[in-house]
């Protein structure tokens, strides 16, 4: 009897399996590049009256037959309103874009409004490659804090898009799928950063740049320097474009292993567009629009806070930026605090600094008995190398024999080189300074000075530093010495005043300190 049952269950499965394959139903059409699995549900579905979930934004689309998207194209064009935190939006039902970003903390320089994005400028979400999916009026739909819209022509190409404020300060969250063209073009992430500003009061520092970090490595890439497409690949961390103080990049929910950038516009008008492509069409994740804050970037996570160019010794920055806005939070003035950090920079330093000038002090002093022994041997140490030998053991026991050691002077200094670095990235690239004021004529610690007052008075300072200074080496080596204070201060004309600022102040400390040196030498025994 169990055998029988056992038999009849065999056969009964093999007359299944034989008429599904006989008899198989159609499969529903998929439009081109878009996957057959539903995509990850990263925001709720969207419906309105007389619209099936079926064509809702945000749920898969298909049908039994006939095309899986229908046709589909909007008929108003009136700019859409989305509010974030620390932000405003206008999303254009044509192309389906963001067609404005405003920062509600930050003002350009003519007082108004802070736009990242722009009217009339290169819109965000568009998709990579032209097309009537970027000219033609999206289906809008609206909800609590979020913005749907979608299009498609009936014949396999279509879009979906989601905006949605962010959990985050300066965040949307954003989903794009598609099929078709548009599914192998990818996303516009953004091209340059319009903001209202006079590029030309940054200096040397203003530009923009397309940025990406990808497998843990962070890529920079210029538009100037771009010749046709370049193509980053690897695991996408985020991707998108910066300038000195501003970001827009997305941080991809899904992973991405690809970044196209290419460069748009012509002459000074030049930026790079960044370009990412997701899997099956579908691109989704955070988009950050918003300053390079330190704080804030840390809190993104991914190494989006190396965005902020602090250099190799950027730990150092980061502290004296700690530094700095704690000061700041007492005088609140950031000049008069760039003032205090370096005051304190400089007594901390001092035991080094009065090392170093003691030194060079006392080597002036050997200056005639070395010139002694280098007249001696000059002619003959030219053409004999053990003549030249036998001098230079000469003047080491020299040194030896006083007691001066001629590295003496320049170990405290190179002990410092990675202070002063971290100083001047720091005041070069830090957002708190941009449109601080200062007093009288600096209005913006962030741009360069415009009346040139404190890069003259800097190389003034510089001047009357080197003539105080202890005169050693040859003569030849100290009269160029005394034109990099003028190379210096043709440098620092287009640096931001904040660092002329700094540097101004470190020369009349250093001034300072030579002169307290001069007395303390003065009073002390002389050497045996």
């Known amino acids: 009897m169990e055998k029988r049952v056992l038999l009849a269950a065999v056969l009964s499965g093999l007359v299944v399996i034989v008429w599904f394959w006989l008899f198989a139903p159609p499969r529903p059409n998929i439009p081109a590049g878009k996957p057959e699995t539903a995509t990850p549900a990263v925001r709720e579905p969207v419906t309105s009256p007389g619209e099936t979930a079926a064509a809702a934004i945000g749920t898969p689309v298909s049908g039994a037959s006939g095309p899986a998207v229908p046709a589909a194209s909007g008929t108003d064009s009136a700019l859409v309103d989305l509010q974030g935190e620390e932000m405003r939006l206008k999303i254009d039902p044509k192309g389906g874009t963001i067609s404005s970003l405003v920062l509600s903390g930050y003002r350009d320089d003519a007082g108004g409004p802070l736009e990242l994005v722009r009217p009339g400028g290169a819109q965000p979400l568009a998709v990579g490659v032209a097309g009537p999916w970027n000219e033609a009026l999206y289906v809008v739909e609206r909800g609590n804090g979020w913005v749907g819209l979608r299009w498609s022509d009936g014949a396999g190409n279509w879009v979906e898009k989601r905006i949605s404020a962010g959990k985050g ?3 949307l969250d954003v989903e794009v799928r598609a099929g078709g063209v548009p599914a192998r073009a990818g996303v516009v992430v953004g091209a340059g950063l319009e903001k209202g500003l006079n590029t030309e009061k940054q200096g040397r520092f203003g530009g923009t740049d ?9 890529e920079r890439v210029a538009a100037a320097k771009l010749d046709g497409v370049k193509t980053l690949r690897g695991s996408v961390d985020f991707a998108g474009v910066e300038d000195q103080y501003f970001l827009l990049v997305m941080l991809p929910a899904i992973p991405l292993d690809e970044v196209r950038v290419s460069a748009v516009g012509t002459g000074p008008t030049l930026v790079p567009q960044v370009v990412v ?3 099956g ?11 390079k804050e330190h704080a804030t970037l840390g809190g993104y996570g991914r190494g989006l806070d190396e965005t902020v160019s ?4 950027g730990f150092l920055s980061v502290g004296f930026l700690a530094a700095l806005r704690w000061i700041y939070g ?12 370096t005051a304190g920079i400089r007594i901390l330093l001092f035991p080094l600094n009065h090392k170093s000038a003691v030194a060079m002090k006392r080597m002036q002093t050997l200056q005639p008995k070395l010139k002694a022994i280098q007249d001696r041997y000059q002619e003959k140490a030219k053409k004999d190398p053990n003549v030249r030998a036998r001098m230079n053991q000469e003047v080491m026991q020299m040194y030896k024999t006083e007691g001066v050691n001629p590295m003496g002077g320049c170990l405290p200094m190179l002990v410092q080189l990675p202070i002063l670095w971290a100083l001047y990235s720091l005041f070069a690239y830090a957002i708190e300074l941009r449109q601080a004021p200062f007093v009288f004529w600096i209005k913006d610690l962030a741009a360069k000075d415009p009346t040139y007052i404190t890069p003259i ?9 080197q003539r105080m200074a202890p005169q050693v080496g040859d003569p030849a080596q100290r009269r160029m010495f005394m034109l990099m204070p003028f190379i210096f201060g043709f440098m620092f004309m287009s640096f931001p005043a904040g660092l002329v600022l700094y540097w101004l102040v470190n020369n009349i400390f250093t001034i300072g300190q030579q002169v307290l040196t001069e007395r303390m030498m003065a009073g002390s025994p002389k050497p045996a």
């Open 277 to 279: 492509t997701g899997a």
């Open 169 to 171: 300060k300066y965040a």
């Open 330 to 341: 007492w005088v609140r003035n950031w000049g008069v605090a760039i003032i205090a950090l």
């Open 281 to 291: 069409g579908v691109v989704s994740g955070t988009v950050y629009a918003g300053p």
């Open 210 to 218: 397309g940025v990406a970090r990808l497998g843990g490595k962070l």
């Open 310 to 313: 602090f250099g190799i010794f």
């Open 457 to 465: 008075l800097m190389t003034a300072s510089m001047v009357l530093q």
